[in-house]
């Protein structure tokens, strides 16, 4: 009898606990071996820079499976255990024990890494990165100090992470170089509404300004100077500039990368056995023609799946539409489609905007591309309805809220 097939994961965050979930689910009888560089069982980030951070979830509450899991399903999970390198024509990768594993199929699901600034004192004690549970925990101990806080960057961590510091009555300040939040994810119209949010709440924004160096004193954060030359006296600095994908072991390999790991509508890199899903990837979406690389939980969710039955050899095509959540004070809101400047040639509303309870939808020839609802709820999935028809919307219809979404 022909030995069974072994398929390996790198990365054991969401996209690779879900991809071995799936084999499982999919009937996949070989073995399967979830390797993972976090001494952790695989968990869910978001709430990392939300509930966690603010003391308000219990830490298995966002654990992808509990330990019995992976026993019960025969999944190899090998923590605190970091891939070296891989081996495409042996068909092995290496441990940072030194030793082997065989694979038939190998996904990588290496996920990102917060960009870092070389900075004077950007290694001092009360500089904080935030993209794993234990940086989590050091931030949240940090702002339950109170005292001054610098967030360097107006990205979805800076803000999550500012509003949660003003929730433990610190006083902050971000630093962004652009000339509003949230420009590049989605454009000067609505990343206003979350910088009139944050101001609302006390936060501080000095907008066409970084940090050029954090200031100490005994291996301790006093201050923060930004490129105005000003120093912001702060116990507390926070650096969110953005992520960078974990390529390496792919790149040494010769695979294909460009800003993430290129993979076909299949998820299938440009070695035939080696699969990419997650932050890492950076795939053909077929219901946007184009390929992508997206930093949201809601990807790492549907595409290690998609990646896991391509692997099995079945059809499995990535046709996600891309979402994201975010929550900040009392505002929660999801993103369906990518509202990037650049893909739409208008922003309409339904509901108002000012009451911070209002759909938006951004149009590229009267199609909506995009949809945000903040403070409302249930309508995402016909939000993702409209974008996949591709139809152009009655616009009066669109921003009526007296026609349900489902009717257009
Ligand atoms: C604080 C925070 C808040 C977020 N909030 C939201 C949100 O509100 N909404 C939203 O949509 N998205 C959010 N995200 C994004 C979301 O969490 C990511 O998109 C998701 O985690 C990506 O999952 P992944 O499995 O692709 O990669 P990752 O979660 O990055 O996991 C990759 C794993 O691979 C491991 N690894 C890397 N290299 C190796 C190696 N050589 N050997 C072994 N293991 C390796 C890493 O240690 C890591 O555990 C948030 C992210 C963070 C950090």
């Known amino acids: 009898m022909p030995a069974k097939p072994a398929y390996v994961i790198v990365g054991a965050s969401l996209a690779g606990a879900k991809a071995a979930e799936t084999l499982r689910d999919e009937a996949f009888d070989g073995a399967v071996v979830l390797i993972g560089a976090e001494d ?57 024990s030194g030793d082997f594993v065989q694979y038939d199929r190998l996904l990588i699901a290496t996920g990102a890494s917060p960009r870092r600034l070389d900075i004077p004192g950007g290694d ?14 050091r931030l949240s101990a940090a702002l339950r100090g109170g005292g001054k806080v610098v967030v360097a960057g107006g990205g979805w961590i ?3 992470t500012a509003a949660a ?69 702060a116990q507390t600095v926070i650096i969110a500039v953005g992520i960078a994908p974990n390529t390496g072991l792919a790149a040494a390999a ?47 969710l549907a595409s290690g799946p998609i990646a896991a039955r391509s692997m099995m050899g079945k059809d499995a095509v990535y046709d996600w539409v891309p979402y994201f959540f975010s929550d900040q004070y009392d505002l929660g809101m999801e993103v ?26 951004w149009l590229a020839n009267r199609v909506v591309v995009a949809g945000m609802n903040v403070n409302v709820w249930d309508v995402n999935d016909d939000i993702q309805a409209l974008i996949r028809s591709g139809n152009p919307v009655d616009v009066a219809r669109l921003t009526n809220p007296d026609i349900p979404l489902s009717d257009l």
């Not at 001092?124 to 925990?137: K, N, W």
């Not at 299949?266 to 219901?287: E, K, Q, Y």
């Not at 990037?340 to 339904?350: L, M, T, W």
């Open 124 to 137: 001092l004690g009360g500089v904080h990165y935030l993209r794993t549970v234990g940086d989590s925990e």
């Open 254 to 300: 010769g695979l294909e990368v460009d800003n993430g790991i290129v993979a076909d509508q299949a998820l299938r890199s440009s070695d035939p056995d080696i699969f990419a899903a997650g932050d890492v990837a950076n795939a053909f979406n077929t219901l946007l023609g184009r390929r992508i690389r997206v930093e949201h939980w809601g990807n790492a």
């Open 165 to 233: 510091a003003r929730e433990y009555g610190c006083e902050v300040t971000i630093l962004e170089p652009e000339s509003g939040v949230l420009r590049r994810a989605l454009g000067p119209e609505l990343g206003e509404v979350f910088a009139d949010l944050h101001r609302s709440h006390g936060v501080t924004i000095r907008f066409g300004e970084s940090l050029s160096e954090v200031t100490g004193a005994g291996g301790a954060v006093t201050g923060a100077i930004s490129s105005s030359g000003e120093e912001l006296p």
């Open 40 to 96: 952790e069982l695989p968990y869910e980030r978001p709430p990392l820079s939300k509930g966690y951070l603010l003391g308000k979830d219990a830490r298995d509450s966002f654990i992808v499976h509990d330990e019995g899991w992976y026993a019960e399903h025969d999944v190899d999970l090998r923590r605190a255990t970091i891939v070296t390198s891989i081996d495409p024509s042996g068909h092995r990768v290496e441990l940072d």
């Open 336 to 361: 369906a489609g990518l509202p990037e400047p650049g893909n739409y040639d208008d922003v309409v509303y339904r509901g108002d905007r000012d009451s911070l309870e209002f759909i938006a939808f």
């Open 158 to 160: 800076g803000l999550e």
